[in-house]
């Protein structure tokens, strides 16, 4: 778990204190796949392969090593059902739903921006 004091946060993986809210926030939602996930995750609980299967591309150690770092981080919850076969179900925390509008700002963004790509090619 993150230990958190009054305007500092302490990320476990890298054992780096964060000061600037601007660094805090890029180093958890950047990577390849950390906005995907995140993404997918906003409409309803998935499964791990519901997840895999959504993601073109991603490999399982990747896909669980950034749920692990979301839990981590409060922002997703991992919700075990005591089944057999066992089901575990993936979903966003209220603290996870905050990042919501920021994800559709992107998403706004992109569809604005998207024809850049034309001048690039």
């Not at 890029?26 to 390849?32: A, C, R, W």
């Not at 998935?46 to 981590?72: A, C, N, S, V, Y």
């Not at 994800?103 to 001048?119: A, Y």
């Amino acid at each position: 778990m993150n230990t958190i004091m009054v305007g500092v946060v302490m990320s476990i993986e890298s054992k780096k204190l964060y000061t600037c809210p601007i660094d805090f926030t890029i180093n958890l939602i950047s990577g390849k796949w950390s906005m995907w996930i995140l993404w997918i995750l906003q409409d309803a609980p998935l499964r791990f392969g519901e997840i895999k299967k959504r993601i073109p591309g991603i490999t399982e150690k990747m896909l669980i090593q950034q749920l692990r770092k979301f839990e981590d981080y409060n922002i997703i919850n991992r919700k075990i059902y005591s089944q057999v076969p066992p089901k575990v179900e993936y979903s966003l925390t209220e603290h996870g739903k905050s990042l919501k509008p920021i994800m559709s700002l992107i998403e706004q963004w992109g569809n604005e921006h998207l024809s850049i790509q034309k001048i690039l090619e």
